[in-house]
């Protein structure tokens, strides 16, 4: 069974490259617009992963982070926001709000696989105990 990532921008183009560079290695991907929508189909259902823009309308990035950890089902899923904002500021509140991880736009793929790998790891190895 292939880990679900839940893939969040309102950028159709950049859902459509994440999504396909994710797909191509073997995930499965849902999509999502902006935040509401993305917490809409978390609360319906648990994936492994969510990679999230920061700057959306309805909902940013950083509040989706926030009501996700939120959720009792999400408090150990890895949140990753992949996002062209590189202020220390934004990263901090990102981090304060539950984020994991941290990724610059324009991503590159072999980067973003690495790092599913990396935070996915301990995430496996918990499920199998």
């Keep these: 069974m ?42 319906e259902r648990v994936v492994d992963v969510v990679i999230t823009d920061v700057n959306m309308p309805n909902m940013d990035g950083i509040t989706l982070v926030t009501r996700l950890r939120a959720l009792p089902s999400y408090r150990l899923v890895p949140l990753l926001l992949l996002t062209t904002e590189s202020a220390p500021e934004r990263k901090a509140e990102g981090k304060q709000a539950g ?15 690495a790092t599913l790998a990396r ?5 496996l190895a918990a499920r199998a105990v």
């Design 99 to 113: 984020a994991t991880g941290w990724m610059a736009k324009p991503f590159n793929p072999d980067q973003l696989l």
């Design 2 to 43: 292939s880990n679900v990532i839940l893939a969040v921008d309102d950028s159709p183009s950049m859902r459509q490259m994440v999504g396909q560079t994710l797909r191509a290695a073997g995930y499965d991907v849902i999509e999502a617009a902006d935040g509401v929508e993305a917490l809409e189909v978390a609360k």
């Design 119 to 123: 935070v996915l790891g301990p995430r």
